[in-house]
């Protein structure tokens, strides 16, 4: 055997792993903006109390943890059971939009959040008989209309931990706006009809945003109350065409999916992942999530000044499902093409970079 | 699921040590467990010791120790345990007249725990200032009695400092259905809590079993928001208080309990809804286990109510340690 060939095989794995190993935590690199940074220390006592999600309750008397770190690592260690985390912020909402979106990272198990003492959102289940959802991202649309401009703001967190570490335990911990979503010139996030096998929690029904029949897009579904749902779930969306805008050489974009789906506009299919798949040399399934739904809308099928429809039928194998990021909208193809190149660059697969850097 | 070893899974420390001369005799006497008992004109053993060793040579059979111990230097009353060794082979302990704990099974139906190694929780209410210890032990062959091991009363330094302390004697029954016979709880068994099954008469026993108490509650618990604390349980647990739900290990389905492989060494605190303790009546809680394999039981840690702002202090107090 020669030793040569070994060892630079030796290395070519190394520096997969490598590549690996960074890209992990990774999910993809996007153009949100942060307007508010919640990492850092936050007010925290175990135990449970409906009082403890007021604006008015004085929390003075409480520890400090940080966030986010599973409160095993904050000293409680072997603790189980409920917990509440609380802090407030300031915020200048961008005019443009209606919503922001709070990201409160990974929670182990089951979580409510409330913001200014109103439920923004909740996944898993809990106790007596919980569920987790320790898996899913939580990011939850906050109407503007609730928050403070002038003066402080209260988000507060109840969890519930059923076994080993609990809390607030990882992933990206803010308020943020997607700017690609401005540059939609017909924005098509908010509300989508929703049609699957299952029906919402029940405890998700109590969200302000929740809406009978509807899924707040973008989202993973298991935080918008679908946590058990593995399989498939249709997304409709009626709207008028501006009769301003071209119905030539438009894009639509239909954010990031898990896993998979195939998109109708007015009854014509106009793609699926597995097309992008192939255009974009991708090799496995298990990155169908990374890819940027932006689909080529042929030449006057949308319908100047009146009525369009948009199906998305979206597959998840395993894990969280949904449309869960966008930008979510339609525009002409000189906006798309740098948004889509970007996200191209910045979302290659670690092995697909493995396979640039040594073969091309 | 455990192993041998997690009756050490407590962090205990020695407060009072007992290795020394206890009073001891041969026979068998239900009344030397009483405090009042006489014993001066018993003999002398050095404890930790086989009684062969100590002029009881070729004795098989039924023997007593007994010895007494101040508990006013003793601080923590909640959080104490009586540590004996090794004990060959069957025992069963009382402190001023209460059965605190068991270990194998006495004749007829025989089944040694001479490698068991327990410590009994010290119930706080039966503590007075001068305790008697009375221990009676089966030999049935080869080495009899308190043989070896560090004696003493322990403290267990996470232990949560009740409002209301359920350790002791609770009724058992082991079966998947066991709980719907619980209005027929008088004639299930006796088995001391906390502690595995398989020390107190149920050897390699797996599977489910039900534990079951009723206890009368103060009226300022029963309208505080409280937490039942059941320290470790062995290895995934269901739990009724007055038949509610209040608590359970995820689905508390068997096949669950591999990927809930630890889940033999997690705490259990469960949030009481209020209003569901009951002051005039009496309350029960009905707590039900699976066990895969190995130790099974509610086996350690402090058992019974505190409440919630109780619990956070304990929980504060215990982070900053």
Same mark, same amino acid.
């Given at each position: 055997?020669?030793?040569?060939?070994?060892?630079?095989?030796?290395?070519?794995?190394?520096?997969l792993?490598?590549?690996t190993?960074?890209s992990?935590g990774?999910?993809?690199?996007?153009?949100?903006?942060?307007?508010?940074?919640?990492?850092?220390?936050w007010?925290?006592t175990?135990?449970d109390?409906?009082?403890?999600?007021?604006?008015?309750? %004085?929390?003075?008397?409480?520890?400090k943890?940080?966030?986010?770190?599973?409160?095993e690592?904050n000293g409680?260690q072997?603790?189980?059971?409920?917990?509440w985390?609380?802090?407030?912020?300031?915020?200048?909402?961008p005019?443009?939009?209606?919503?922001?979106?709070?990201n409160m990272?990974?929670?182990?198990?089951?979580?409510?959040?409330?913001?200014?003492?109103?439920?923004v959102g909740?996944?898993?289940?809990?106790?007596?008989?919980?569920?987790?959802a320790?898996?899913?991202?939580?990011?939850?649309?906050?109407?503007?209309?609730?928050?403070?401009?002038?003066?402080?703001?209260?988000?507060?967190?109840?969890?519930?931990?059923?076994y080993?570490?609990?809390?607030?335990?990882?992933?990206?911990?803010?308020?943020?706006?997607?700017?690609?979503?401005?540059?939609?010139?017909?924005d098509?996030?908010?509300?989508?009809?929703?049609?699957?096998?299952?029906?919402?929690?029940?405890s %998700?029904?109590k969200?302000?945003?929740?809406?009978?029949?509807?899924i707040?897009?973008?989202?993973?579904?298991?935080?918008?109350?679908?946590?058990?749902l593995?399989?498939?779930?249709?997304?409709?969306?009626?709207?008028?065409?501006?009769?301003?805008?071209?119905?030539?050489d438009?894009?639509?974009?239909?954010?990031r999916?898990?896993?998979?789906?195939?998109?109708?506009l007015?009854?014509?299919?106009i793609?699926?992942?597995?097309?992008?798949?192939?255009?974009?040399?991708?090799?496995?399934?298990s990155?169908?999530?990374l890819?940027?739904?932006?689909?080529?809308?042929?030449?006057?099928l949308?319908?100047?000044?009146?009525?369009?429809?948009?199906?998305?039928?979206v597959?998840d194998?395993?894990?969280?499902?949904?449309i869960?990021?966008g930008?979510?909208?339609?525009?002409?193809?000189?906006?798309?093409?740098?948004?889509?190149?970007?996200?191209?660059?910045? %979302?290659?697969?670690?092995?697909?970079?493995?396979?640039?850097?040594?073969?091309? | 699921?455990?192993?041998?070893?997690? @009756?050490?899974?407590q962090?205990?420390?020695?407060?009072?040590d007992?290795?020394?001369?206890?009073?001891?005799?041969?026979?068998?006497?239900?009344e030397?467990?009483?405090?009042?008992?006489?014993?001066?004109?018993w003999?002398?053993?050095?404890?930790?010791?086989a009684?062969?060793?100590?002029?009881?040579?070729?004795?098989?059979?039924?023997?007593?120790?007994?010895?007494?111990f101040?508990?006013?230097?003793?601080?923590?009353k909640?959080?104490l345990?009586?540590?004996?060794?090794?004990?060959?082979?069957?025992?069963?302990v009382f402190?001023?007249?209460?059965?605190?704990?068991?270990?194998g099974?006495?004749?007829?139906?025989f089944?040694?725990?001479?490698?068991?190694?327990?410590?009994?929780k010290?119930?706080?209410?039966? /503590?007075?200032?001068?305790?008697?210890?009375?221990?009676?032990v089966?030999?049935?062959?080869?080495?009899?009695?308190?043989?070896?091991?560090?004696?003493g009363v322990?403290?267990?330094?996470?232990?949560?400092p009740?409002?209301?302390?359920?350790?002791? @004697?609770? *009724?058992? *029954?082991?079966?998947?259905?066991?709980?719907?016979s619980?209005?027929?709880m008088?004639?299930?068994?006796d088995i001391?809590?906390?502690?595995?099954?398989?020390?107190?008469?149920? *050897?390699?026993?797996d599977?489910?079993?039900?534990?079951?108490?009723?206890?009368?509650?103060e009226?300022?618990?029963?309208?505080?928001?409280?937490?039942l604390?059941?320290?470790?349980?062995?290895?995934?647990d269901?739990?009724?208080v007055?038949?509610? /739900?209040?608590?359970?290990?995820?689905?508390?389905?068997?096949?669950?309990?591999?990927?809930? @492989?630890?889940?033999?060494?997690?705490?259990?605190?469960?949030?009481?809804?209020?209003?569901l303790?009951?002051?005039s009546?009496?309350?029960?809680?009905?707590?039900?286990v699976?066990?895969?394999? /190995?130790?099974?039981?509610?086996? @350690?840690?402090?058992?019974?109510?505190?409440?919630?702002?109780?619990?956070i202090?304990?929980w504060?107090?215990?982070?900053?340690k």
């Amino acid at each position: 055997m020669n030793s040569n060939i070994k060892i630079l095989g030796l290395n070519k794995i190394l520096l997969l792993v490598i590549i690996t190993a960074f890209s992990a935590g990774n999910v993809h690199a996007k153009d949100l903006e942060s307007l508010v940074n919640l990492k850092g220390y936050w007010k925290f006592t175990i135990g449970d109390d409906p009082d403890w999600a007021s604006p008015d309750y %004085n929390d003075s008397k409480w520890t400090k943890v940080f966030v986010p770190q599973s409160w095993e690592q904050n000293g409680f260690q072997n603790y189980n059971g409920y917990a509440w985390y609380r802090r407030t912020f300031t915020i200048t909402p961008p005019k443009s939009a209606q919503y922001v979106y709070l990201n409160m990272g990974y929670i182990d198990d089951a979580d409510q959040v409330y913001v200014n003492g109103k439920l923004v959102g909740a996944s898993g289940k809990m106790g007596p008989k919980s569920e987790t959802a320790f898996g899913i991202p939580r990011m939850y649309p906050i109407p503007k209309s609730i928050l403070n401009k002038e003066g402080a703001n209260l988000i507060a967190v109840r969890v519930y931990d059923d076994y080993n570490d609990g809390g607030i335990t990882g992933g990206e911990i803010n308020i943020s706006f997607d700017s690609d979503q401005f540059k939609m010139n017909v924005d098509l996030s908010g509300y989508w009809d929703f049609e699957t096998s299952i029906e919402a929690d029940e405890s %998700n029904r109590k969200v302000i945003t929740y809406r009978e029949g509807k899924i707040f897009v973008p989202g993973f579904w298991e935080a918008r109350g679908y946590n058990q749902l593995d399989g498939r779930a249709v997304y409709t969306k009626s709207f008028t065409y501006p009769a301003n805008l071209s119905t030539r050489d438009q894009v639509l974009f239909a954010g990031r999916i898990d896993d998979v789906d195939e998109v109708y506009l007015n009854g014509e299919k106009i793609g699926s992942s597995s097309q992008l798949r192939r255009k974009h040399r991708r090799f496995s399934y298990s990155s169908d999530h990374l890819i940027l739904r932006a689909y080529d809308i042929p030449d006057n099928l949308l319908n100047k000044g009146g009525e369009n429809t948009i199906e998305i039928m979206v597959r998840d194998h395993t894990g969280p499902g949904g449309i869960y990021d966008g930008p979510i909208g339609i525009t002409d193809r000189e906006t798309a093409s740098p948004i889509i190149d970007k996200s191209l660059k910045d %979302n290659k697969s670690s092995f697909q970079k493995f396979l640039d850097y040594w073969f091309d | 699921m455990g192993s041998a070893s997690i @009756s050490f899974a407590q962090d205990l420390k020695k407060v009072m040590d007992l290795s020394h001369r206890w009073k001891f005799s041969i026979g068998d006497k239900q009344e030397w467990a009483n405090p009042e008992f006489n014993d001066s004109d018993w003999e002398w053993i050095d404890v930790p010791s086989a009684w062969e060793n100590k002029g009881f040579h070729g004795y098989d059979g039924f023997a007593w120790y007994r010895t007494t111990f101040s508990a006013r230097q003793l601080h923590d009353k909640h959080a104490l345990y009586l540590q004996l060794g090794y004990i060959d082979d069957v025992h069963e302990v009382f402190v001023n007249g209460v059965r605190i704990g068991l270990s194998g099974k006495f004749p007829p139906r025989f089944s040694t725990a001479y490698n068991v190694f327990r410590s009994y929780k010290l119930p706080p209410d039966l /503590l007075q200032e001068t305790n008697t210890i009375a221990v009676r032990v089966y030999d049935d062959g080869g080495e009899g009695g308190i043989i070896h091991g560090n004696i003493g009363v322990m403290m267990d330094v996470d232990a949560v400092p009740l409002d209301v302390d359920l350790s002791g @004697s609770w *009724k058992f *029954k082991t079966g998947q259905y066991a709980h719907e016979s619980i209005d027929q709880m008088e004639s299930w068994d006796d088995i001391i809590v906390p502690g595995n099954w398989e020390d107190q008469g149920y *050897k390699n026993y797996d599977g489910y079993a039900c534990y079951a108490l009723e206890f009368n509650l103060e009226e300022r618990f029963a309208k505080d928001r409280m937490v039942l604390t059941l320290g470790k349980i062995d290895d995934i647990d269901q739990v009724f208080v007055n038949g509610v /739900l209040v608590g359970q290990s995820g689905e508390f389905k068997p096949q669950t309990v591999h990927e809930r @492989s630890n889940s033999w060494q997690q705490l259990r605190g469960y949030y009481l809804p209020t209003n569901l303790l009951s002051a005039s009546e009496k309350n029960t809680i009905v707590v039900r286990v699976y066990d895969a394999t /190995l130790g099974g039981g509610i086996y @350690s840690g402090s058992i019974g109510l505190i409440s919630q702002d109780n619990y956070i202090k304990y929980w504060n107090k215990r982070r900053n340690k």
